[in-house]
């Protein structure tokens, strides 16, 4: 599967679709849908399974040192109670550099999305102006369409980030879903 089919296959489907309008009208700051949204969607494509099974939250993740931590949260209120039928995580990637062992503060939303820990989960997508779908995939597709479940070059650092990446899959429990699901160390 190419680039651009992962990009149409996402805008033909009518819920991701409609939840990229929402983020897209929200005219935050660097904003995307990511994580675990887009990977679960994908893994579902190429399992046979409903294509919006095992959505635990909808990802959403943007970048403003202008918005506070509490405006944030404030924000993620509002998405929940204006849209409930989504199940929102919305993030201010300006603050989430601390939930990673050792890590500086983000530049921006790419360089926080490309140290999610696992390398399939490292993928976000955004409506552009003209109604196109923008992808990030900064280590490719190979991983994520092969159900292969390796840490970030950023998690390989240091054995803290690493402790949490093999703690995180653990709790995921991502193979009893997606049986093909192969976990690496590296």
């Given at each position: ?80 109670r ?30 926080a ?40 070059p ?19 429990d ?13």
């Open positions: 599967m190419t680039h651009h089919q992962i990009q149409q296959l996402i805008l033909q489907n009518e819920r991701l679709l409609d939840i990229l309008t929402i983020i897209k009208n929200l005219e935050l700051e660097d904003c995307w849908l990511a994580a675990g949204t887009l990977r679960n969607f994908l893994w579902n494509y190429l399992s046979d399974q409903p294509l919006m099974a095992h959505q635990q939250d909808v990802d959403v993740v943007f970048f403003d040192p202008k918005i506070s931590y509490q405006e944030t949260l404030e924000l993620e209120a509002k998405l929940k204006n849209y409930p039928e989504y199940p929102w995580e919305l993030k201010n990637e300006v603050y989430m550099h601390q939930h990673n062992p050792g890590a500086e503060p983000y530049l921006n939303s790419q360089e999305i490309s140290k999610f820990p696992e390398t399939c989960t490292a993928i976000a997508a955004r409506l552009l102006a003209e109604g196109e779908l923008e992808l990030f995939l900064p280590y490719g597709a190979v991983d994520l369409l092969n159900f292969e479940v390796r840490p970030t950023f998690f390989k650092e240091t054995p803290e980030r690493m402790a949490v990446y093999r703690e995180r899959v653990a709790k995921k991502w193979q009893s879903s997606w049986t093909a699901l192969k976990i690496f160390e590296s």
